[in-house]
Structures are given as C-alpha cells and as structure tokens.
C-alpha cells in the first residue's frame, strides 16, 4: 500500500508541470463557456448610504429631515458578467429626491440612483425600494442669555457671594435644532460647585444646565454654538450700616435735636458688599441732605423715597435688596405754618459789595413759617430777621437782581422754621 502511495506521488512530481497546464486550460474553457451560456448577471450593492441633500427651497425655509433620518438600500445591477465586474459600490450614488417637499410633515420621496463611474458597457442598475417615508421639519436657531449658577458654595465669614456681579462669559448661547427641542428650551444657566471655601473673586468652569419653564431638561437634543462657559463667582466683604437723613441749611438756634427725634426711616439699616477694604471706614450711610427750607406744612406729612443703589461708591453691591429708603416725621399733628410780613426794616445786609450802592426793593416780604402751633402762634414779625447777603452776587450798574435771603426766628432751641425760597429785589448803581 505504502508502495502504491509512493508511486502515485513520484507520478505527479515527474508531471506536474502538465497537470498545471491542465488545470488552467480547463479555467479557460469554463469561462468561455459560462459566458457565453450566461452572458448577462445580477449583482447586489448591499447597504448603499443614502445622500440626503436638501433642496434650495428647504434651506430658505430652515426645512430638514428630522434627526435618525438615516437611511440605506440594496442596488441590483444587470449587465453583461465582464462589465458588472468591473464596477464597485463607490461607483453608485444613491440619493432622495426631495423636490416635492414643501412644508413640515410626512413625505414618501423617490429613491434615485446614479453611477458615478465614466462606463463604456450598458447597465441597468435599481434600488430594492422606490420610495422613501421621511419626516420633514423646522430647524431653529434662539439665542438665550446663561445665567450664572453657584451651588452650595462656602464663603469664609464676613464675605457673601454679590450676585449683582454674578457674570457668565461669554453671556449668551445659541442653540439650534428642530423646533420642538429649540421651543423646549427657556433658560440656560452655567453652573459651579466646589468644595473649596471661598474667599476672593473666582472664575470657575460652568455646566450647561437647560430648563423649560423650571423643569431642568435632560440632554436636550439641540447643537451648541459653543459649550465653554465660565463664571466669575464675585466674592465681596460685607457689612451691615444704618440709614439716615441730614437735615442743612438751618440757623445755628434752631433745635435739631427735636426734628431729629421725630424722624423715621425704613429700612433703618442697610447690608452692603464692597470689593475691597474701603467698607471698614464706613459707620452710616447718608441718603440725602434735606435742606431746611423743603419741608413745608405739605411735605413733613408726606413719605419720602429715595433709591439707594445711586449713593452707594462705586463696585459695591446692595446686598440686602432693598431699592429704596422712606423718611416720614412722627408727631407732627400739632405743627402748623402761618404767614409773616416782614418789612424791610428788619432786612439786614451783609457783605455789600464796595463800588456799588445796594438798593432793597422790595419793602414787605411775605414767610411761611413752619412749626408747633403753640410756638409759632406766639411770634410776631420783629422775631424774625431776614438777612441778604451778597457774598457771590455780581453786581451791575443800572440793574436789579433778585437775592436768596436767609431767615433767623430769634431765641434759643428754636422749634420752628422758614419754609420755601424767600427772595428780595435789589438794584445797584455804581458809586
């Protein structure tokens, strides 16, 4: 046996070069004959990508296929066996034809196909499917504001985060995507958390946190113009100081202390943030200056406002919220105000000009004054001395000007005032 298996391999040492001449001539002869047996063949493309490229109209009108819309087909060509071998699925285009769309909603478009490929042989070549469902949709593109968002964070003591200068960089954040997730979103805030206690300004990386109407949404499926955001956490020093009123303008006798004690203010303090070391100097915080002479019978029964953020220096923050500040005077339902004439013989002038005569026309001047009826009831005209004083007044020859006078009740601690603006007419010739 061992012999005979022997034999057969020294046969086909000493003829192999007549079996390979064999075994090709009889590859030929197949050829031949299968083509021309089967001269014409089908073959299959499988999974050709379709090209979705929308159409001018879909652009101008921010129209798209809806996301996921990927799709892909099976392409058969018939041809003589020679030439489909030559080609490859590169050489087939497969695309939609999207020309009937004309709005949002579900379409069924044709399938088409192409080859790509310069051919010089016939094939026919065609998809598996002749049309396709597709969802048509509107693309938006919002912009919206990011708001910073600092969460848990610690701050070492006499130190707040001043959230008036809470700032995000950049500022806004365009989204775009399919209508209905662009319409879902309604707020987008960058927010930072850290363990770490605070104690300066610090500028942190944000997380892009999106909310419709309160509701955080997760993972909205909209594009990003941009997804690096920082936030700049303002850390200022704070203190709390109380508010007050000044009253000016008034005579040196006149009884401060009493109109103090019956004036209020809300809030009657203030917390506020500064930047810097400054706030330490800080004891009060003074509203406005009230000149004496604007609080008539009418205004010393109304509240007062005035806004505070304008008063505060410049980079602090008004922590505690409060916009603005009241002042109202308590126990005034006794005051009253009555009218004086004083005649001119009770003016006095000071600091008359030197080249000038000075020339009072004005013979009687009417004055309100304001104060406790049981006080002001008891005066009489020879109480009050008007007082002009030129100091600033540029005189002209020939020519009268009017002149802010100053007004003086005589006595100790006294309890009322002259209200609004008395004024005298005075002309002057030159010496």
Known sequence: MNNVFLNFLSSIKKNIKSIILAFGISAILWLAISFQLFPDVTNSFDN??????????????????????EFSVTARAEGKRYDIAKLTPEDISVSLDLSSVTG???????????????IDFDCNISPD??????????ILSKTLRVEPLPIGLSIIDGFQIDSDRLKTAPETITITGESDEVDAVTRVA?????????????????????????????????????????????????????????????????????????MEVYPTEITISSPDNSIDSLERLELAQIHINELDYFNLRTIRRE????????????????ASASLSFNDVDGYNDWVFNIGSENFQLINQPQDYNAQILTRELSLTVVGPASFVR?????????????????????????INVSCRISGEKVPA???????????????
């Not at 008007?386 to 002209?396: A, D, K, L």
Request: charged share 20%; no cysteine; glycine share 6%.
């Open 190 to 262: 960058a927010r930072v958390m850290t363990n770490v206690e605070l104690a300066e300004t610090t500028e942190m990386r944000g997380e892009l946190i999106f909310y419709n109407n309160g509701v955080m949404l997760q993972n909205p499926d909209v594009s990003l113009d941009n997804d690096d955001f920082n936030v700049t956490v303002a850390i200022h020093k704070v203190k709390t100081l109380p508010i007050y009123f000044s009253i000016v303008g008034y005579q040196p006798n006149f009884d401060i202390e009493g109109l103090a004690s019956r």
């Open 307 to 322: 806004t505070i953020s304008p008063i505060l220096p410049e980079g602090y923050g008004n922590i505690s919220r409060n």
């Open 48 to 69: 050709l990508p379709i090209i979705i490229k929308p159409t001018v109209f879909m652009e101008a009108n921010s129209l798209s296929l809806a996301k996921g819309s």
């Open 417 to 431: 005032w002259v209200s609004g603006n008395p004024q005298v007419d005075v002309m002057f010739d030159a010496r």
């Open 129 to 138: 499917v002749a049309t396709v469902n597709v969802d048509v949709v509107k």
């Open 104 to 118: 949002t909603g579900n379409y069924d478009v044709p399938v088409k196909i192409d080859i790509i490929k310069d």
């Open 378 to 402: 008891d005066l009489n005209p020879e109480d009050i001395t008007v007082t002009v004083n030129f100091m600033g007044v540029e005189p002209e020859n020939g020519m009268t000007k009017r």
